[in-house]
């Protein structure tokens, strides 16, 4: 009887901890093939070198996984969304994500014993993080945003749309020919403006800004004064560089600096847009406390925030270990139930909450497309290791808000007044922007034009509640 071949060992190894044939075609590092080699559209799993099953002997799981891909030892053929997929209905069939018991570790022992893999444990990619200091210190926070954030502001134009908004799009109409990604972002952007009931001459304030995506269209459409905190250098000065291209200068202020420095309230309104991932659980009562603190009574607040599932397998706080050590270290996810809780200690009142979950796939896919499409432009900007990690972390995320895995929300608040009352709009419809009389903001328009649109706008909610 013939030997079988690498691939084939490495296909029983996996059949043996799955519990079921690999969904995929595994192609190992002498040619050889197994797996779903019969299902021409199969995504083909590369595994290019014996080293890549040493790191999955030294670290078994995600982060042995996440090492293998990141470094090349581990490589992949087809739509990698599809094969994540593949595993994860294969894992959800069974009982949850798949753990390797005594003997199953013991197989992979002898496994790897009979195709020479036996060795040191591997030094890990250069591109995984290593942060020091106490957690969620403020030199620490800046350290992790660096790591994520001040990567390259060229990758970043080559990837997100035009206004650089790196944040869930709200998608108004089907993607098309005449709708697509920038004409979502335009549509989020102007949803949080509506929702904080934005006015000409009022004082905005952006937690996390970014690349000045909604400072700009604030100042611009709505015509407030605007300050956006980040702790990325490379986002402040692409911001300023921003501003003042749009001849915003006077109406725009980027400052680096964290949010638990800032001074100058009282602020009309301020935003937070995925930005309290970052806080962490032990902070984010006082993250919730400072927002709180810098808006003036009968202000809005809007927070823009990822969250996991309250119950069910991955539902790690950081997103994995995966996304732990190469993407956003020390992020932090919870149900969106806790989060709201933390808000309303800190004084806030809750208005509205708004899932964008299924806004995120179609958010994601356009990036992913991007990515793949365009490799050796990414692979020129960033290194072929961060494009890898980018790969795996745009599919990742991408199968994650698809399946319910993960969550995003919009979380409208108000500061009510030392009488209790939260000076609000009679009409919901006012309150969260969907009056049809504030069409007209979409449009490039003046403050004083901007001022007429909203006086139009309560005049008519005032009719309708009369």
């Given amino acids: 009887m013939s030997k079988p071949t690498v691939a084939a060992q490495l296909a029983n190894l996996i059949e043996g901890v799955l519990g079921s044939p690999p969904p995929v075609r595994l192609r190992a590092w002498d040619g050889s093939e197994a797996g779903a080699v019969d299902d021409p559209t199969a995504p083909v799993v590369i595994i290019r070198r014996r080293r890549a099953l040493r790191r999955l002997l030294w670290n078994t799981g995600e982060?042995?996984?996440?090492?293998?891909?990141?470094?090349?030892?581990?490589?992949?053929?087809?739509?990698?969304?599809?094969?994540?997929?593949?595993?994860?209905?294969?894992?959800?069939?069974?009982?949850?994500?798949?753990?390797?018991?005594?003997?199953?570790?013991?197989?992979?022992?002898?496994?790897?014993?009979?195709?020479?893999?036996?060795?040191p444990n591997p030094k890990p990619p250069a591109s995984e993080a290593v942060l020091s200091g106490g957690l969620h210190t403020r030199r620490r926070d800046r350290a992790a945003i660096s790591h994520h954030y001040d990567l390259s502001n060229e990758f970043y134009s080559f990837l997100l749309d035009p206004q650089m908004a790196y944040s869930c799009g709200y998608w108004t109409q089907d993607a098309g020919?005449?709708?697509?990604?920038?004409?979502?972002?335009?549509?989020?952007?102007?949803?949080?403006?509506?929702?904080?009931?934005?006015?000409?001459?009022?004082?905005?304030?952006?937690?996390?800004c970014g690349w000045a995506s909604l400072l700009v269209h604030a100042a611009q459409h709505y015509g407030v004064h605007a300050v956006g905190v980040t702790l990325?250098?490379?986002?402040?000065?692409?911001?300023?560089?921003?501003?003042?291209?749009?001849?915003?200068?006077?109406?725009?202020?980027?400052?680096?600096?964290?949010?638990?420095?800032?001074?100058d309230q009282p602020f009309d309104a301020i935003s937070s847009i995925e930005m309290g991932e970052h806080v962490g659980q032990d902070n984010y009562p006082v993250y919730a406390a400072q927002l709180h603190k810098l808006l003036r009574p009968h202000g809005r607040l809007l927070i823009q925030q990822m969250s996991r599932g309250a119950v069910g397998e991955n539902n790690a706080p950081g997103g994995g270990a995966f996304m732990e050590s190469y993407v956003a270290p020390d992020m932090y996810?919870?149900?969106?139930?806790?989060?709201?809780g933390f808000l309303e200690r800190a004084g806030n009142e809750v208005v509205?909450?708004?899932?964008?979950?299924?806004?995120?796939?179609?958010?994601?896919?356009?990036?992913?497309?991007?990515?793949?499409?365009?490799?050796?432009?990414?692979?020129?900007?960033?290194?072929?290791?961060?494009?890898?990690?980018?790969?795996l972390y745009l599919a990742g995320a991408a199968l994650a808000f698809e399946e319910n895995r993960m969550g995003v929300h919009q979380i409208l608040m108000v500061r009510p007044g030392a009488d209790g009352r939260s000076g609000l709009p009679r009409s919901r419809a006012a309150t969260l922007g969907a009056d049809p009389a504030l069409d007209r903001l979409a449009a490039d328009v003046t403050p004083a034009e901007a001022g007429t649109a909203h006086i139009s706008a309560r005049e008519a909610d005032t009719a309708t509640t009369r």
Avoid at 88 to 97: K, T, Y
Avoid at 197 to 206: A, F, V
Avoid at 361 to 378: F, G, I
């Fill in 232 to 263: 990325s250098a490379q986002q402040r000065d692409y911001g300023i560089e921003r501003v003042r291209k749009a001849g915003l200068s006077d109406r725009v202020e980027i400052r680096l600096q964290d949010y638990r420095e800032i001074p």
């Fill in 177 to 208: 020919p005449d709708y697509g990604l920038i004409d979502a972002q335009r549509d989020k952007l102007d949803l949080i403006c509506r929702k904080l009931g934005l006015k000409p001459g009022m004082r905005l304030l952006d937690v996390g």
């Fill in 63 to 119: 982060l042995g996984l996440a090492r293998a891909f990141v470094s090349g030892d581990l490589d992949f053929e087809g739509d990698i969304a599809d094969g994540l997929s593949r595993f994860w209905r294969l894992a959800r069939s069974g009982n949850g994500a798949p753990r390797m018991d005594r003997a199953q570790k013991l197989d992979a022992l002898r496994t790897a014993l009979r195709l020479r893999a036996i060795g």
């Fill in 352 to 391: 509205d909450v708004h899932s964008l979950r299924e806004h995120y796939v179609w958010t994601v896919r356009p990036w992913l497309d991007t990515l793949q499409d365009n490799r050796s432009e990414a692979v020129r900007m960033i290194g072929e290791e961060q494009f890898r990690i980018w790969l």
């Fill in 333 to 340: 996810m919870r149900p969106v139930g806790e989060t709201i």
